[in-house]
């Protein structure tokens, strides 16, 4: 059987040695008085931004008595000091931790233990989020470090090896785990990014996804190449409409965009010289509509994963070319797609997505966990997506494996629905999930978000879809929204939609 595979190009090798804080500090000394961050109408030049972090990076070994490899949570908004410590934990030779700040306290804590974190740096937080947490771990506030009585430790080395961050994730197996970053790994991604993407020293990139998710792919991007971020706490449609006078481009996923296109006016919008989008399916349509309404703003597409940073890259040619594919693999990606033996399939057809990259983690923690269960013997990594590699050699993704819906013994992918239901034209968003069911099993359900001003009735949805998928793929029952539940990255939440429609907060409207 021919098998079908997308081999890597010759890959760009970082110089010997090389590691994050080596390459920011060489940014630094070409651009000390350059801007490198704004928020609320301060400025923190790369000059500035090193001297606080390596305030917070003596503070921690003098005063706190954390050791090189010392893992350290930071829990906070979006702000300058937030970055600040982030990087002042790596120059101290430590390994920052980046938490979500949507999670309960007792959660963080239990995440940070997890992963054998003691000690968790806070931003902007509660109080009684702080106080929590310090019941289970030491809690330092970042403004009350490295300002008072500042005293210099000698910085230890750091090489290419070292850890470089824990990016916690349910990773393919489903239960939490931290999925360990070195220096050579985020590196060699930020490389893939800035070969294949124009990031730029003249680009003020816009930076409203939340920093604990979007370091990697947005932030050290940004920074390594000189750029500027325009720092918003949290997203907000006024706040993005506002920051387009000095912004550039920006970072989103495709949930986010569908409110941006609604809520900005597009001559607003169209100050932008580029895009990019990933974490989540992007409709052909919403996609279509930002080309209508924004023809000079150049949208790319990311496809990565926290355990693997950098999986494939669609330029705008590629997306107008195929908008349903996630691009070609990135240089040095191998990326193959293989049945439920893991062995590849044949051209065309659909399987697992499994990607070797330089830019794959190390290992999860805690220790133990099985690397059979998501590597495979030739070094690959199982991704957990589903999906097939074109003719031309374009991926397409056509959902997960843990959301696949098995119907009367068949199987349907959630995202092929929702593709479709975003067809409609009063269809802001939709998401798919699958219900027990008595007869089939289970059953897909479609909750569709309506338009701003718009109204969508659910028998017409179903209808809509019956008329464009095969009889097995067609929803039973659909459900409108006012919101979405989201993640902490903006990308709607499939499981708390499936547990409001099992507890019966959603009324379910059916055919019959």
């Keep these: 059987m021919t098998t079908r595979s997308v081999e890597p190009e010759p890959a760009i090798a970082p110089s010997p040695g090389a590691t994050l804080i080596g390459r920011l500090e060489a940014v630094v000394t070409r651009n000390a008085a350059r801007p490198a961050l704004r928020a609320g109408g301060s400025t923190w030049t790369y000059g500035q931004l090193w001297e606080r972090a390596g305030a917070i990076a003596s503070d921690l070994i003098a005063r706190h008595d954390q050791a090189p490899g010392a893992r350290i949570g930071v829990l906070g908004e979006n702000d300058p000091a937030y970055l600040a410590a982030y990087v002042g934990i790596l120059r101290g030779g430590c390994v920052p931790v980046p938490l979500n700040p949507l999670l309960r306290p007792e959660e963080v804590a239990t995440q940070l233990e ?30 009350e470090l490295g300002i008072r009585d500042h005293v210099t430790a000698a910085l230890p080395p750091i090489g290419p090896s070292d850890d470089a ?38 680009d003020v990139m816009l930076a409203f996804l939340p920093f604990f998710a979007a370091i990697p792919e947005q932030i050290w991007p940004t920074l390594l190449a000189g750029g500027t971020l325009e720092i918003l706490p949290r997203f907000d449609v006024a706040a993005v409409d506002d920051a387009c006078d000095r912004a550039t481009t920006l970072d989103a996923v495709p949930t986010l965009m569908a409110r941006l296109i609604d809520g900005v006016p597009a001559r607003r919008l169209a100050s932008l010289r580029w895009l990019l989008f990933a974490s989540e399916p992007m409709p052909p349509a919403l996609l279509a509509r930002w080309w209508d309404a924004l023809p000079t703003v ?42 439920d033996q893991g062995l590849p399939v044949a051209p065309g057809e659909a399987g697992e997505v499994v990607c070797a990259s330089p830019a794959r983690m190390r290992g999860y923690l805690p220790d133990g966990i099985d690397p059979t269960t998501w590597s495979l013997p030739d070094g690959s990594m199982r991704t957990g997506d589903l ?11 056509t959902g997960r494996i843990k959301d696949l819906i098995i119907s009367g013994g068949l199987n349907i992918a959630p995202a092929e629905i929702e593709a479709v239901a975003a067809q409609h034209d009063a269809v802001a968003a939709a998401v798919v999930v699958g219900i027990p069911d008595a007869r089939w099993g289970e059953t897909p359900v479609l909750v569709a978000l309506p338009k701003p001003g718009r109204t969508a009735d659910p028998l017409e949805l179903l209808a809509f879809c019956r008329s464009r998928l095969a009889s097995f793929k067609r929803p039973r ?7 979405l539940p989201q993640t902490g990255i903006g990308k709607s939440s499939k499981a708390a939609i499936r547990e409001r429609i099992l507890r019966g907060d959603l009324e379910l409207t059916g055919e019959g």
């Design 114 to 143: 997890l992963v054998g974190a003691s000690t968790c740096l806070t931003g902007t937080v509660t109080a009684s989020a702080a106080t929590t947490i310090a019941a289970r771990l030491t809690v330092l506030p970042i403004a």
């Design 165 to 202: 961050t824990i990016l916690l994730t349910s990773g393919t197996t489903g239960s939490p785990k931290g999925a360990v970053q070195t220096h050579a790994t985020m590196l060699h991604a930020v490389d893939q990014l800035h070969r294949s993407l124009p990031y730029s020293p003249s």
């Design 298 to 339: 150049r949208t790319y597409e990311f496809y990565g994963m926290t355990e693997l940073l950098t999986i494939s890259v669609a330029a705008p040619e590629l997306l107008r070319a195929a908008p349903t594919s996630v691009g070609r693999p990135f240089s040095s990606s191998r990326v193959a797609i293989v049945d």
């Design 387 to 397: 999906g097939r590699l074109d003719d031309e050699g374009r991926l397409h993704l």
């Design 477 to 483: 029952f659909a459900v409108v929204v006012d919101e």
